[in-house]
């Protein structure tokens, strides 16, 4: 239990469906970040929050759309998806920068029909 | 050249052996790095953060960092079964974008009785 939770922990959804993914921290941390994790790549870097305003945005396709209201919450909007995105989509947190220790949640398995 | 590169594996080890895992980033200047383990569906946790050169020891973990030679790893004495596991090895690295947590591909790891 690092203080960090993701939900829903699975999800499916056809190509034409919204849904959303939530995290939440509880850790006091300022910063948070969305990874996917893809079979046989490295953890790929999506979006990153700190102090809640977004300072990275990886060229990820904007069918991905992240939303950050405080500091303990960060939501990642889904539409549209393609089967390319089935993955495990991690959320983390740390205490102020990147350069700080990241603390991982569940992660919320995607499979995109 | 990739990033971070790290051997995929798996590394085959016997109970009670040491394990040596390995890691070689490109940022020369890069000045924080981390191990994560990763056990099969479950999030990243960090076991081990190293920062000077030289080693730093945890328990059974011992990381070893050479900037000069652009090399990090992680030794794990005692290895138990316990130990199966996939290990991340990360470096923040300087990007035109700024610093950027990033994440080799993972070396699986298996220890057999």
């Known amino acids: 239990e690092t203080g960090v939770t993701q939900t829903p922990r699975h999800l499916v959804m056809g190509m034409t469906n919204k849904k959303s993914l939530k995290c939440e921290q509880h850790?006091?941390?300022?910063?948070m970040y969305w990874y996917k994790q893809s079979a046989k790549k490295p953890l790929e870097l999506m979006f990153v929050?700190?102090?809640?305003?977004?300072?990275e945005n990886n060229s990820v396709p904007s069918r991905f759309s992240p939303e950050c209201p405080n500091s303990s919450h960060l939501f990642l909007h889904l539409h549209t998806l393609q089967p390319e995105d089935s993955a495990l989509y991690l959320c983390?947190?740390?205490?102020?920068?990147?350069?700080?220790?990241?603390?991982f949640g569940p992660g919320t398995r995607l499979t995109v029909l | 050249q990739k990033e971070v590169e790290q051997n995929s594996g798996p590394l085959s080890v016997p109970e009670g052996a040491i394990a040596s895992l390995n890691c070689t980033y490109s940022?020369?200047?890069?000045?924080?790095f981390f191990w994560y383990r990763q056990y099969s569906g479950k999030s990243p946790e960090l076991i081990m953060s190293?920062?000077?050169?030289g080693d730093k020891e945890d328990g059974r973990f011992t990381a070893q960092l050479n900037k000069a030679s652009q090399y990090v790893s992680l030794l794990i004495r005692d290895s138990q079964p316990s130990d199966s596991a996939t290990y991340l090895c990360?470096?923040?690295?300087?990007?035109?974008?700024?610093?950027?947590?990033?994440f080799g591909t993972g070396t699986q790891l298996k220890v057999e009785l």
């Open positions: 190293i920062y000077s050169n």
């Open positions: 990360a470096v923040i690295l300087f990007t035109g974008g700024g610093n950027k947590l990033t």
């Open positions: 940022d020369r200047v890069s000045q924080s």
């Open positions: 850790l006091g941390h300022n910063a």
């Open positions: 929050y700190s102090l809640e305003e977004r300072v």
């Open positions: 983390a947190s740390s205490q102020e920068t990147v350069r700080d220790t990241q603390y």
